[in-house]
């Protein structure tokens, strides 16, 4: 079968790639969209250091073609978003409702696939960029039939993690200001996830000037388009003098991480979303920090993917959550690097990977 393998070097499309048989426990799935992700770009350019070689991907959905004897959760045939945890659903963070916080769900690294007689990882325990893999039953959450798995390979990263953000870990009430930093895919839904949760203002800040139509119609009330010489803090504070009760930083700059800090009013909070280069440091002014204000990592928008992947289908189903509308362009696996430089150059809100022949 197709996948797209990261070798150290280059991701190439192989066609020859096989997955293994399911174990206790695991579904195997037919992908038919696969979302890419700038943490799969973090792979290439090693700011997210993974072993190759490793099929890539991990936005995805598709359909249900083998279960293990033990799985009750989904059957063949059903139409799934997959969530990159591979939390093990026993322990007592799952238990409590806390699956980002399983430590079986990081550092166990699968190889299910083989490249000839070579092992293969599978990237963010999916490796969704081929056209099938073996993951965990806790990882395939059923959807209705009706909904177009192209929209729907979203909600499985960009989706859960900027909404999630928003709703799970900041908890942002309704009237409370939110600035976020970077009109990207996680972007776009920490925004969605704002509107949803009748923040105002909600302030969308880019380098691109393209990404305004997007912000506004995600539910931005403001864009701001900072030059080189402009300072960004003020641009924020010349609508809201005291500062924000949220800034969602989605880059993962640390210069924007301290400039985040220093955007906020007192009690207001910093959430960490975009993913720097390993073992960076940010700094911050701490007196500054004292009017109780708070800095937040996020991982994975602490997502209950059982629980919240069903919520974004309804939101969706309900014309309430914009999945259609992230859809910028679809790809054929064939067309990866193509994908590639458009997302590059900024002219994608999200491209999926339609993954079958």
């Excluded at 325990?125 to 059923?142: C, H, S, Y």
């Excluded at 940010?282 to 629980?307: E, H, L, W």
Aim: net charge negative.
């Amino acid at each position: 079968m197709r996948g797209i393998v990261w070798n150290g070097k280059e991701a190439t499309v192989e066609t020859d790639l096989t997955v293994r048989d399911i174990r206790a426990g695991e579904v195997r799935v037919r992908i038919e969209a696969a979302g890419l992700c700038h943490s799969d770009v973090s792979v290439l350019n090693g700011t997210i250091m993974f072993p190759p070689p490793v099929v890539l991907g991990h936005e995805g959905a598709g359909v249900v073609t083998q279960v293990a004897a033990d799985v009750t959760n989904v059957k063949v045939g059903d139409h799934v978003v997959l969530s990159t945890l591979g939390n093990c659903g026993q322990c007592g963070a799952c238990d409590r409702g806390k699956p980002t916080f399983c430590r079986q769900s990081l550092g166990k690294l699968s190889r299910p696939f083989c490249l000839g007689d070579q092992k293969v990882f599978q990237f963010a325990n999916l490796g969704v960029f081929t056209e099938e893999t073996v993951v965990k039953a806790t990882q395939a959450i059923a959807i209705p039939d009706d909904v177009p798995l192209t929209s729907a390979s979203l909600i499985g990263c960009g989706v859960l993690t900027g909404v999630g953000a928003v709703f799970n870990r900041a908890k942002v009430s309704h009237g409370e200001s939110v600035v976020v930093i970077g009109v990207g895919g996680i972007g776009l839904n920490a925004i969605q996830g704002a509107a949803l949760a009748d923040a105002l203002p909600v302030i969308a800040i880019d380098t691109n000037p393209t990404k305004e139509t997007y912000a506004k119609a995600f539910g931005a009330t403001h864009f701001l388009c900072p030059g080189p010489d402009d300072d960004v803090v003020e641009m924020v504070k010349e609508i809201c003098p005291n500062g924000v009760d949220y800034v969602f930083e989605c880059v993962g700059a640390t210069p924007l991480i301290r400039a985040a800090t220093d955007m906020l009013d007192w009690g207001g909070t910093v959430v960490m979303l975009g993913v720097p280069k390993m073992g960076s440091e940010a700094s911050f002014v701490v007196n500054t920090m004292y009017n109780d204000k708070t800095i937040m990592g996020c991982r994975y928008g602490s997502a209950r993917p059982q629980y919240d992947i069903p919520l974004m289908v309804r939101l969706y189903r309900q014309g309430r959550l914009k999945l259609d509308e992230l859809v910028s362009a679809t790809y054929d696996l064939a067309d990866f690097q193509q994908a590639l430089d458009e997302l590059h150059e900024g002219r994608l809100a999200r491209g999926v990977l339609t993954v079958q022949s």
